[in-house]
Antibody
Framework: QLQLQESGPGLVKPSETLSLTCTVS??????????WGWVRQPPGKGLEWIGY???????YCNPSLKSRVTISVDTSKNQFSLKLTSVTAADTAVYFC?????????????WGQGTLVTVSS | SYVLTQPPSVSVAPGKTARISCGGN??????VHWYQQKPGQAPVLVIY???GRPSGIPERFSGSNSENTATLTISRVEAGDEADYYC???????????FGGGTKLTVL
């Protein structure tokens, strides 16, 4: 069974860079059949798509975050990562990694448990 | 950018049918996905491509999509269905995924 697990600091200072990694187990991130993405959810609010990456490195990002977001992939470690620069309190959220079920317009069929990142000094 | 509109809340008695709407301009031409999220948990895909049901999702969950409204229907509602539900589409104009604001389903 495919599993995804987010990891990274739970506390980031304002203006600094948030960095998270998603480790995939039970399947290969190098499959040509899927995209791998990030979604976040501020406390008590709804879901917001951040972006996704293909195993070859191609990415799509939410236009509202694009200038601050970098998503990368490390196929040798079966991991992909998120960097969000110049964070503010508005970036406080639970961050989920997820697999998109196909390379068309498929939904996210596997998710990590999520990790809370708080932006505070 | 593309906007999806969901009612903030829907209430239903056990055993009855719940219908959760997701409104969007010409959403009938788009692929809609639905997620169930319980408190403290990750979302779970319950309907994909408008009406597909992933393995393990009960047949009580179904989806439809027409013109400007997509609908998630839950038949014979159970207490365990109480959760937040989100719709999702791909906005091909700006190349990004959009989520609806979410609907809290309360089982009375």
């Amino acid at each position: 069974q495919l599993q995804l697990q987010e990891s990274g600091p739970g506390l980031v200072k304002p203006s600094e860079t948030l960095s998270l990694t998603c480790t995939v187990s039970g399947g290969s991130i190098s499959s040509s059949d899927y995209y791998w993405g990030w979604v976040r959810q501020p406390p008590g609010k709804g879901l917001e798509w951040i972006g996704y990456i293909y195993y070859s490195g191609g990415t799509y990002c939410n236009p509202s975050l694009k200038s601050r977001v970098t998503i990368s992939v490390d196929t040798s470690k079966n991991q992909f990562s998120l960097k969000l620069t110049s964070v503010t309190a508005a970036d406080t959220a639970v961050y989920f990694c997820a697999r998109q079920m196909d390379t068309g317009a498929g939904g996210n069929d596997f998710w990590g448990q999520g990790t809370l990142v708080t932006v505070s000094s | 950018s593309y906007v999806l509109t969901q009612p903030p809340s829907v209430s239903v008695a056990p055993g009855k049918t719940a219908r959760i709407s997701c409104g969007g301009n010409n959403i009938g031409s788009k692929s809609v996905h639905w997620y169930q999220q319980k408190p403290g948990q990750a979302p779970v895909l319950v309907i994909y491509y408008g009406s597909g049901r992933p393995s393990g999702i009960p047949e009580r969950f179904s989806g439809s999509n027409s013109e400007n409204t997509a609908t998630l229907t839950i038949s014979r509602v159970e207490a365990g269905d109480e959760a937040d539900y989100y719709c999702q589409v791909w906005d091909s104009f700006s190349d990004h995924w959009v989520f609806g604001g979410g609907t809290k389903l309360t089982v009375l």
